[in-house]
């Protein structure tokens, strides 16, 4: 319905999946931060969510969204908290992530003081170990995540690869890591974390702006892009449109951004395949992935040093 309000042509080959997901409707998200609630009666803190657009807390006696782990490990803390009589307000929020092993790190976070450095996690993604923080970005429901990554992979038709919007690296890592890989993430704690992930792979780090990064974009690469709900910039796309590199790997937390990028996108590139993934059951939310395809009637153009500075510019 999305592509059709944006009068999208979708070639009458195109393969449009069925929404992939592992099966699992609950206990999938990896992070949860949690709100505290003091209750005055009984004088003590609750674990709890804030109600959607409003203030409003919802004590949470149980939950079926997390992981058993980390709910567990709110519970102890909580309990720790009374024991100790402290108060609710003190606190902005407690988070915590587990990785698939089921270890739990993260913690209390105290209003108006920095974010405490927590334990970094560990988790392997189709073969390869990565390390994270509970704090930063990393995707919260890693076995869907996996299927993604594995569709993703069956695309990868050039040497040269180059993932925008690069997190902690794990796309183009799991991937193309035996490609010429170039990644790009301006978040700095993200892009730390991706250069520990990058090391004695060969690879390149880049600490930027995707849409200040378009002089890493070639006419011989594959280039993936996993923006945020707002989608891409209109630069980025600009250069896309103006380099023609052979294929685009959209993946997208919000479809309607998506097909806005990808009308944009239509002069130069065919749409080949359409998946969507079920990164959130029992939400309206999903990831899309589009794999686009530089026209057959669409030279590349013949970018030299020259040229690519030019166009950088």
């Known amino acids: 319905e999305i592509f059709r309000q944006h009068k999208i042509n979708l070639p009458p080959a195109v393969e449009f999946a069925q929404v992939q997901t592992d099966g699992h409707d609950f206990h999938y998200r990896n992070k949860m931060e949690y709100a505290l609630y003091f209750d005055h009666a009984g004088q003590k803190i609750h674990l709890a969510f804030r109600a959607r657009g409003s203030h409003q807390k919802i004590v949470a006696k149980s939950s079926s ?89 069956q695309h990868i038709a050039t040497e040269k690869v180059l993932d925008l919007y690069a997190g902690v690296g794990t796309i183009g890592l799991s991937v193309a890591r035996d490609c010429k890989l170039t990644l790009v ?65 959209y993946l997208s937390c919000n479809p309607a951004t998506q097909a806005r990028d990808l009308k944009i996108l239509e002069p130069v590139y065919e749409i080949a395949k359409i998946v969507p993934f079920n990164f959130f059951p029992r939400t309206p939310h999903l990831e899309n992935l589009v794999i686009l395809n530089r026209r057959a009637n669409i030279n590349r153009p013949s970018v030299g040093p020259e040229s690519g500075e030019k166009n950088a510019a």
Request: with cysteine; glycine share 6%; hydrophobic share 35%.
């Open 65 to 153: 969204l997390e992981r058993p782990e980390i709910f567990q490990r709110a519970q102890q803390i909580v309990d720790t908290l009374n024991a100790q009589h402290e108060e609710a307000r003190k606190y902005q929020s407690l988070l915590l992530r587990a990785n698939q092993n089921g270890e739990v790190s993260g913690g209390l976070i105290e209003n108006h003081q920095p974010r405490p450095k927590f334990k970094l996690l560990e988790d392997n993604i189709l073969g390869q170990t990565y390390s994270y923080s509970p704090n930063g970005f990393f995707q919260i429901n890693l076995p869907v995540y996996e299927l993604a990554l594995q569709e993703i992979k």
């Open 185 to 249: 993430e301006y978040d700095k704690p993200a892009f730390l974390e991706m250069e520990r992930n990058c090391q004695g792979t060969g690879t390149h780090p880049v600490l930027a702006k995707s849409e200040e990064a378009l002089k890493y974009i070639a006419p011989d690469q594959t280039v993936i892009v996993d923006p945020p709900r707002a989608g891409c910039q209109p630069e980025l796309l600009e250069k896309l449109l103006a380099v023609r590199p052979e294929a685009v790997i």
